[in-house]
């Protein structure tokens, strides 16, 4: 009922993939080992005639390179604000909706790569800048580096239900946030606003006085609020937050919600606006456990109607994921 099937790199610089290569393609019926044509998702080329073209053989992989590190900015012992030069390819390809890298140390193995989220772009610089939080051993080793680092993109898969988000112009779009998940949806503000639409921000505060994507949200000239959302002790919604979002949407029309933190808090969140307006649709960052990012090793997979995706690549409807129909999700 919710689904739709969507490849993020199909008409890419990196299609035809492996996939397609092995007769797994997501999209094109022909190089899934089926003998009619029914691709299920077009985006301006033929996957199958690209494939023929390039001698039955996958694009040029992604690759780490070396790039410099402009500055960084230590917010928290656990929070780091990385400004990395790139080339001008790679920062028009990454001020896209749902934008990541995979980036490692220096000389690390690429099973230390790890994918982290563009929050913004600077064109006269050639730079992106990212928000790190440090979790467990790849982050702790990122953060060690200070001159340079590895990189490897774009990517762009980072945001889940990006169908909703590309077209809109001249409306209300409502980013509800936490913590490092935040990041993407400065991005995605800075997107909607070339399209004229007005962005209106509920961060949750968490432990700090404020989220530390607010400036970055406020540069983009989106209405930010730093609230508290969700009560860590019930692990409920606030009040003061269900107040204000029925509020919110009784009174103006919101056609489309990004909700972006962790799992926990998508699932509150489009669950308990969903049942009040199931008009609304949303999309969420994608905050899957991600290796290769290619569609390859399995590790982002997840399970949608009974069949298994992987979500690095394929666009799933973020409702499909989240809604808990009978409460048993
Ligand atoms: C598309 C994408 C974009 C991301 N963008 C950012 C970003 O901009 N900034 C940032 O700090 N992090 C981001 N992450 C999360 C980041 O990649 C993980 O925190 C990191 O890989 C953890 O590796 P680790 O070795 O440091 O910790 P691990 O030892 O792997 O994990 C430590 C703890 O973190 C949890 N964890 C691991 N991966 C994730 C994840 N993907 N989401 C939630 N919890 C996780 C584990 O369950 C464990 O409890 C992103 C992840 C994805 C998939
Ligand atoms: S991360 Fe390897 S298949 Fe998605």
Same mark, same amino acid.
């Given at each position: 009922m919710y689904r739709f099937v969507e490849c993020i790199d199909a008409g890419s610089d990196f299609c035809p993939c492996h996939l397609a290569e092995k007769g797994e393609c997501i999209i094109c019926s022909q190089l899934q080992n089926k003998v009619f044509c029914d691709c299920l998702y077009w985006k301006g080329t033929c996957i199958y005639q690209e494939l023929l073209n390039n001698g039955n053989k996958a694009k040029k992989n992604r690759e780490y390179k070396k790039f410099d590190i402009v500055s960084i900015n230590k917010i928290r012992d656990d929070l780091h604000l990385y400004e990395v030069k790139l080339t001008n390819y790679l920062v028009r390809e990454l001020d896209n909706f749902g934008a990541f890298v995979f980036i490692?140390?220096?000389?690390?193995?690429?099973?230390? !790569? *790890?994918?982290?989220?563009?929050?913004?772009v600077d064109y006269e610089k050639s730079t992106v800048t990212m928000l790190i939080k440090i979790h467990g051993v790849k982050t702790k080793d990122i953060v060690e580096c200070s001159e340079n680092i590895m990189l490897k993109g774009p990517y762009w898969n980072g945001i889940q239900g990006q169908r909703f988000l590309r077209n809109l112009k001249d409306t209300n779009v409502l980013i509800l946030g936490r913590g490092v998940a935040a990041s993407p949806g400065v991005l995605a503000t800075r997107r909607l606003k070339i399209n004229?639409? +007005?962005?209106?921000?509920?961060?949750?505060? !968490?432990?700090?006085?404020?989220n530390a994507c607010t400036l970055y %949200?406020?540069?983009?000239?989106?209405?930010?609020? +730093?609230?508290?959302?969700i009560n860590y002790k019930t692990k409920n919604l606030t009040d003061d937050f269900v107040d204000k979002i029925d509020d919110?949407?009784?009174?103006?029309?919101?056609?489309?919600?990004? *909700?972006? !933190?962790?799992?926990?808090?998508?699932?509150? =969140? =489009?669950? %308990? =606006? %969903?049942?009040? +307006?199931?008009?609304?649709?949303?999309?969420?960052? +994608?905050n899957h456990i991600m290796c290769c990012g290619e569609g390859v090793c399995g590790s982002c997979q997840i399970k949608l109607s009974g069949k298994y995706i992987r979500s690095c690549k394929q666009q799933y409807n973020p409702i499909e994921y989240y809604l808990?129909?009978?409460g048993n999700r």
């Amino acid at each position: 009922m919710y689904r739709f099937v969507e490849c993020i790199d199909a008409g890419s610089d990196f299609c035809p993939c492996h996939l397609a290569e092995k007769g797994e393609c997501i999209i094109c019926s022909q190089l899934q080992n089926k003998v009619f044509c029914d691709c299920l998702y077009w985006k301006g080329t033929c996957i199958y005639q690209e494939l023929l073209n390039n001698g039955n053989k996958a694009k040029k992989n992604r690759e780490y390179k070396k790039f410099d590190i402009v500055s960084i900015n230590k917010i928290r012992d656990d929070l780091h604000l990385y400004e990395v030069k790139l080339t001008n390819y790679l920062v028009r390809e990454l001020d896209n909706f749902g934008a990541f890298v995979f980036i490692k140390r220096p000389q690390h193995p690429d099973y230390f !790569g *790890t994918p982290i989220s563009i929050m913004d772009v600077d064109y006269e610089k050639s730079t992106v800048t990212m928000l790190i939080k440090i979790h467990g051993v790849k982050t702790k080793d990122i953060v060690e580096c200070s001159e340079n680092i590895m990189l490897k993109g774009p990517y762009w898969n980072g945001i889940q239900g990006q169908r909703f988000l590309r077209n809109l112009k001249d409306t209300n779009v409502l980013i509800l946030g936490r913590g490092v998940a935040a990041s993407p949806g400065v991005l995605a503000t800075r997107r909607l606003k070339i399209n004229g639409n +007005n962005i209106k921000v509920m961060l949750d505060k !968490g432990r700090s006085q404020e989220n530390a994507c607010t400036l970055y %949200y406020k540069k983009y000239g989106a209405d930010v609020e +730093n609230i508290n959302i969700i009560n860590y002790k019930t692990k409920n919604l606030t009040d003061d937050f269900v107040d204000k979002i029925d509020d919110l949407i009784n009174k103006e029309e919101v056609p489309v919600i990004l *909700t972006a !933190g962790d799992d926990d808090f998508n699932r509150l =969140i =489009i669950n %308990y =606006i %969903y049942k009040r +307006n199931n008009k609304i649709y949303f999309a969420s960052v +994608n905050n899957h456990i991600m290796c290769c990012g290619e569609g390859v090793c399995g590790s982002c997979q997840i399970k949608l109607s009974g069949k298994y995706i992987r979500s690095c690549k394929q666009q799933y409807n973020p409702i499909e994921y989240y809604l808990m129909e009978d409460g048993n999700r």
